[in-house]
Nanobody, 126 residues
Framework: QVQVVESGGGLVQAGGSLRLSCAASGRPSGEYAMGWFRQARGEERQFVAA????????FYADSVKGRFTISRDEARNTVFLQMNNLKPDDTAVYSCAVGWPPGPLRVSSASEYSYWGQGTQVIVSS
């Protein structure tokens, strides 16, 4: 059983930065991915970024490219999401997930992820 725990959300002014962390226990194996998704109030969940542990590396939604960076600490099975130049539109609950997308085209699909964290709130004020 894999457990996923996020941390690092909070309130920040537009233009500011936050760093989210996601730790996966239970030692997932194989070509798994750790991804970040977000859901704003009244909207559908959307893909933000992911790290595929073997092979393809990092993936980003177009809306965050150049502002967000996903990185990993392999020894601790942890990924980090560094979010810079935050905008009010980035306000959402950010959730981390672990899954086994069969290829790079499926990395952004929430249905490929089996284990989810509880989510952490990010609020960006204007």
């Amino acid at each position: 059983q894999v457990q996923v725990v996020e941390s690092g959300g909070g309130l920040v002014q537009a233009g500011g930065s936050l760093r989210l962390s996601c730790a996966a226990s239970g030692r997932p194996s194989g070509e798994y991915a750790m991804g970040w998704f977000r859901q704003a109030r009244g909207e559908e969940r959307q893909f933000v970024a992911a790290y595929r542990w073997r092979g393809d590396g990092t993936f980003y939604a177009d809306s965050v490219k150049g502002r967000f960076t996903i990185s990993r600490d392999e020894a601790r099975n942890t990924v980090f999401l560094q979010m810079n130049n935050l905008k009010p539109d980035d306000t959402a609950v950010y959730s981390c997930a672990v899954g086994w997308p069969p290829g790079p085209l499926r990395v952004s699909s929430a249905s490929e992820y089996s284990y989810w964290g509880q989510g952490t709130q990010v609020i960006v004020s204007s």
